[in-house]
């Protein structure tokens, strides 16, 4: 065998390129910046740990790399779907001055589905001082305010919110509903409630298509928002009473029986359903649990 020249060894070894490995916090942000580009938020977390042990130590209002890596962390953590990790990340960041719209309103609907409500207010109320055009996220806003019992305030987040105009009016949905075109008629209800949305009735347009398309969720959703929005009128109560009902939670129907009683002073429906849940729901009606199967016949004799 054919022994390779020194020479050549030598020459080759000089010759190859060498890669550059990370060894400061600014490398390792660099490379996770180059990580987060290409999407591979795994790595990006990888990177951001070894940024965040060097900088241990350091104030991140003083340390601009470690403020920056708090920031990606909470965008890579919030794009894995890892909303709990983000969200404390995104607040450590704006501990140390981290200011961004986005973030408030994600901060605002997670802090709300955990029904951590008024830490969720504060965000809410930050994201609608900078941007009023949101409609979505202003919905939810008069929602929790509404459910805190702040319903005047609600009204005035809605009716100060700055949706972009629909060409389509809440009596061309109407009119779709009766044509029974049920799914053209949701579209529509949803495009021109985000268009209106301190108008009553496009909530009751969006939660009767819901019904007549079987949208749990949906239904859910506008229920809630009619009562918590606009509950301090019985008729827009009762629909959430008659989910409570179907849901079995007896407990949560009864409360809503007795405030309909309550507003109105005299309601022969609502003391109808509220008389037939003493007799027939026995202590489903006292708890908030679900009531029995056999709890549950007492569905029949409520008014339709």
């Known amino acids: 065998m054919s022994r390779v020249p020194r020479f050549l060894i ?11 490995q990370p060894v400061t916090a600014e490398d390792f942000l660099e490379r996770a910046r180059e990580h987060f580009e290409r999407r591979r938020f795994l790595n990006v977390l990888d990177s951001l740990r070894v940024v965040l042990d060097m900088t241990a130590g350091d ?12 920031i990606l962390a909470g965008e890579s953590l919030r794009a894995l779907g890892r909303a709990e990790e983000a969200a404390n990340m995104f607040e450590r960041a704006m501990v140390h001055g981290y200011d961004e719209k986005t973030v408030y309103a994600f901060l605002a609907d997670y802090f709300d589905k955990h029904k951590r409500f008024e830490t969720a207010l504060g965000y809410y109320e930050k994201y609608y001082k900078i941007d009023k055009s949101d409609v979505a996220a202003h919905i939810r806003y008069a929602a929790l305010l509404g459910r805190l019992k702040r319903r005047d305030e609600a009204k005035q987040v809605l009716e100060g919110a700055e949706p972009k105009l629909s060409p389509q009016k809440s009596e061309d949905c109407e009119r779709l509903e009766q044509q029974r075109k049920i799914r053209e008629a949701s579209r529509c209800f949803y495009t021109v409630r985000h268009s209106q949305p301190d108008r009553e009735r496009n909530y009751l347009g969006a939660y009767r298509t819901a019904i007549a398309l079987r949208d749990k969720k949906l239904i859910q959703e506008n229920a809630e928002w009619l009562y918590f929005i606009f509950g301090s009128e019985p008729r827009y109560i009762w629909p959430l009473a008659e989910l409570k009902l179907a849901q079995r939670k007896f407990f949560d129907a009864r409360l809503l029986l007795e405030e309909i009683i309550r507003l109105r002073g005299k309601d022969s429906d609502a003391e109808r359903a509220l008389a037939n849940l003493r007799v027939q729901a026995g202590a489903a009606m006292d708890k908030p649990f679900r009531a029995t199967n056999k709890e549950m016949q007492m569905l029949e004799s409520l008014p339709k």
């Open 59 to 70: 104030d991140a209002r003083q340390n601009r790399t470690k403020f920056e890596a708090e």
């Open 10 to 20: 030598v020459t080759a070894f000089f010759c190859t390129p060498l890669i550059a």
